[in-house]
Every structure is written in structure tokens, then in C-alpha cells.
């Protein structure tokens, strides 16, 4: 089946140390995005990606880093440089008319 | 940036009744979405509007997009235990670029059996 996969789905990380989050998709979609979500409010944009090789800022991406070395994959860097990391974060792709397509979302906890 | 006000924050209904749920803007949107996301789950699209004044519909859910192109509302008819979920709007001003939509902080929708 055709959709966005996102992983680990439950992370735990110590103060200080840099994680990754996966974001893989097989819709052909040629862009992809990062979004935060913290309780009782929108999603946030972190990064976002409209082609290989080309990345751009969103409005919160201090102490986030992003690659997009092949279509499919858009790996997200939570990095100690982050003050506030835990939150729920979501990988997203679009179509032309930039309807977005969610994964099921990475819940990153900092103990 | 946008920002778009989205009511109600919560809402507590009895299971059979109807929701209705708004975003509002002082900015003008050329395309509105609706989405719902379930607990620990990714959104889901509910609805897209792409011009002012549509309505459109998804079985029991209705969306209609504002004739001023700043508002856009949605209706869940007959509301069943499994509509509950967090509902957001987003809105678009460039339409063809997800970098542009901004999104509503959520509604909160709880059904009573």
C-alpha cells in the first residue's frame, strides 16, 4: 500500500544527545515536510523539502537539521541545540495542489 | 505570519447529535482543508474547498468554504462514537504549495454514548 512511514514511533532521549527520526513514502510525491505538534495548539512547519538535494527552513527549525539525498526519504535531526524537543512530530508529502499526506507520527519524550 | 482562529477549542456532545466547528481569518485563503486526527495518529484529510462559497461533502461531514474566502466551517451530521478525534482546518493562500497553508490549533470533539 501506498502511504508515509514514519519511525520509531515512541523515542526516549537523554538531555544532550542528537536523535533522528525516519520519514519514508512510496507516493511518488515529489515534496515533503516536517511538522511539530505540541497539545492545544497547530502544527508547526519545521523543514521542508521540494525536491532532492534542496531543503528550506520552516518557521521553527532551530536546532533541527533535515537531508533529502534520495525522493523517498526525509530524515529529520533532533539535535541538543533544541530546548524544548519533546513533542509529537510529523513527516508529510504533497501532491501539486499541496494537499498534505501525514505519516503516523513520531512521539519524542526527553528524560 | 497567518493565523487562524479555530472554535470551538472542545466540544462535548451526546452521540446522534450535530457538530459544527469554524475557522476564521483576517487573511484571505485560496484553498481551505479540513483534517481529523485520531489519538497518536497522523492527520487524516476530511475535506478540501478550492473555491469561495463551495460546499461540499463527505457522508456525513459538510464543509463550506466562506464567500469573504476568510472562514470556512464544518458540519458532522449524526455524530458517532468513532468521530471522535482532534478536527483541524488549514488554510492556503498559494494554492500548489503546502508551504503556505497555516493551520487552525484544533477542535477537540468528544462523543458521549
Known amino acids: 500500500d501506498g502511504g508515509i512511514t514514519q519511525s520509531p514511533k515512541y523515542l526516549f532521549r537523554k538531555e544532550g544527545q542528537n536523535v533522528t527520526l525516519s520519514c519514508e513514502q512510496n507516493l511518488n510525491h515529489d515534496a515533503m515536510y516536517w511538522y511539530r505538534q505540541d497539545p492545544g495548539q497547530g502544527l508547526r512547519l519545521i523543514y521542508y523539502s521540494q525536491i532532492v538535494n534542496d531543503f528550506q527552513k520552516g518557521d521553527i527549525a532551530e536546532g533541527y537539521s533535515v537531508s533529502r539525498e534520495k525522493k523517498e526519504s526525509f530524515p529529520l535531526t533532533v539535535t541538543s541545540a533544541q530546548k524544548n524537543p519533546t513533542a509529537f512530530y510529523l513527516c508529510a508529502s504533497s501532491i501539486w495542489t499541496g494537499e498534505l499526506f501525514f505519516g503516523e507520527g513520531s512521539r519524542l519524550t526527553v528524560l | 505570519g497567518q493565523q487562524l482562529n479555530q472554535s470551538p477549542q472542545s466540544m462535548f456532545i451526546q452521540e446522534g447529535e450535530d457538530v459544527s466547528m469554524n475557522c476564521t481569518s483576517s487573511?484571505?485563503?485560496?484553498?481551505w482543508l479540513w483534517y481529523k486526527q485520531d489519538p497518536g495518529e497522523g492527520p487524516v484529510l476530511l475535506i478540501a474547498?478550492?473555491?469561495?462559497?463551495e460546499l461540499t461533502s463527505n457522508g456525513r461531514l459538510t464543509a463550506q468554504f466562506g464567500i469573504t474566502r476568510k472562514d470556512s466551517f464544518l458540519n458532522i451530521s449524526a455524530s458517532i462514537p468513532s468521530d471522535v478525534g482532534i478536527y483541524f482546518c488549514?488554510?492556503?493562500?498559494?494554492?500548489?504549495?503546502?508551504?503556505?497553508?497555516?493551520f487552525g490549533s484544533g477542535t477537540q470533539l468528544t462523543v458521549l454514548p
Open positions: 488549514a488554510g492556503q493562500q498559494d494554492s500548489g504549495s503546502a508551504r503556505q497553508l497555516t
Open positions: 487573511s484571505i485563503f485560496n484553498t
Open positions: 474547498l478550492y473555491k469561495a462559497g
